[in-house]
């Protein structure tokens, strides 16, 4: 999960949301993953954006930042190397939604699950 600030504290709006990633991160050149991997919005309202099929932009990072989704110069959810600040565009992998109010975001606190 990310977010940005809490209510009454700032003004700004706590948005919940996520990804899932068919594969592990992994410093890459190029994109890699498959299309079960999805992005989706738990807070104010759930909403999961899967793969459109449109093009296979999935994971993709190195040691500065990591990446999912991807198309036209955008990608659907990017965050840096602290994990502190992240920015959300629309993109033609997962035909998503920003997933925060504003395109570029602090993450408040974020959970990693690993499935064996």
């Not at 209510?7 to 949301?17: D, E, I, L, Y």
């Not at 602290?82 to 408040?108: K, Q």
């Amino acid at each position: 999960r990310r977010g940005m600030d809490i209510p009454g504290t700032s003004g700004r709006c706590v948005c919940a949301f996520g990804a899932f990633l068919s594969h592990p991160l992994c410093p890459s050149e190029k994109f890699y993953g498959t299309g079960e991997s999805f992005l989706f919005l738990l807070h104010p309202r759930f909403k999961c954006f899967r793969w459109t099929g449109e093009n296979s932009f999935f994971i993709k990072g190195d040691l500065d930042s990591f990446a999912i989704g991807g198309g036209s110069g955008h990608f659907g959810l990017w965050l840096d190397e602290t994990l502190y600040l992240g920015r959300s565009n629309p993109c033609a992998t997962f035909s998503n939604c920003s997933l925060s109010e504003a395109s570029d975001f602090r993450v408040l606190q974020l959970e990693a699950w690993t499935f064996w």
